[in-house]
């Protein structure tokens, strides 16, 4: 079954600071790749989507993704962070072809120090 | 807007009881999820459908069981509650075919 990978359960930032969240993929044939925040006592809400028409991907609240079909890889970055980014931060994949399953990454819990 | 409705924000249950959860979509979709979030462990699927009376299991459906008699209605079924089942429980719909999925606000489930 397609899994997800997320390093680095929290990831400490500086206000101002670049925040890169690693995010890779398992299998063979690229799925849609998605990454979703999750704030304080609130559900998931959709960051961003790659759905291979590009492969840098640009989400709501300044954050982009890169697509690396050579690397598995769909890593989350912001050039700047805020302290309202604090927050949750989940990668998902679903299959390019067969069932709709939606896999999740275990998350990355971002603080971000002023 | 798309709305995912879970019938209730927090539920405390007695061991060994039948519990329900119960997921409302509104927007016609034909999958949807059940979560449950553990800290460190992120969102494991419990089962998915997608379609009435579809179902397949996800990575964790130990203990668990699941309903869709119709399109817009997904319940999740704990036939005998253990305390290992305390957990925050998320549904969603939609997904698939490069789609985003749309979760519920949760249900936080503690068994006692």
């Known amino acids: 079954a397609q899994s997800v990978t997320q390093l680095g359960s929290h990831v400490s930032v500086s206000e101002g600071a670049l925040v890169l969240l690693r995010c890779n993929y398992s299998?063979?044939?690229?799925?849609?790749l998605f990454w979703y925040v999750q704030y304080p006592n609130q559900g998931l809400q959709l960051l961003l989507k790659?759905?291979?028409?590009?492969?840098l991907v640009k989400g709501i609240n300044g954050f982009e993704a890169e697509f690396k079909k050579s690397e598995t890889s769909f890593h989350l970055t912001k050039p700047s962070a805020h302290m309202s980014d604090a927050a949750e931060y989940f990668c998902a994949a679903t299959p390019f072809y067969g069932n709709n399953r939606l896999a999740f990454g275990k998350g990355n819990q971002v603080v971000v120090i002023p | 807007d798309v709305k995912v409705t879970q019938s209730s924000r927090y539920l405390v249950k007695r061991t060994g009881e039948k519990v329900f959860l119960e997921c409302v979509q509104d927007?016609?979709?034909?999958?949807m999820f059940w979560y449950r979030q553990d800290p460190g462990l992120g969102l494991r699927l419990i089962y998915f459908s997608y379609d009435v009376k579809m179902k397949e299991k996800g990575d964790i459906p130990e203990g668990y069981s699941v309903s869709r008699e119709k399109k817009e209605r997904f319940s999740l079924i704990l036939e005998s509650a253990s305390t290992n089942q305390t957990s925050m429980y998320l549904c969603?719909?939609?997904?698939?075919?490069?789609?985003?999925?749309?979760f519920g606000q949760g249900t936080r489930l503690t068994v006692v």
């Open positions: 790659y759905t291979s028409a590009a492969t």
């Open positions: 969603a719909s939609g997904g698939g075919a490069n789609t985003e999925a749309f």
């Open positions: 299998s063979s044939v690229p799925p849609y």
């Open positions: 927007m016609d979709h034909e999958n």
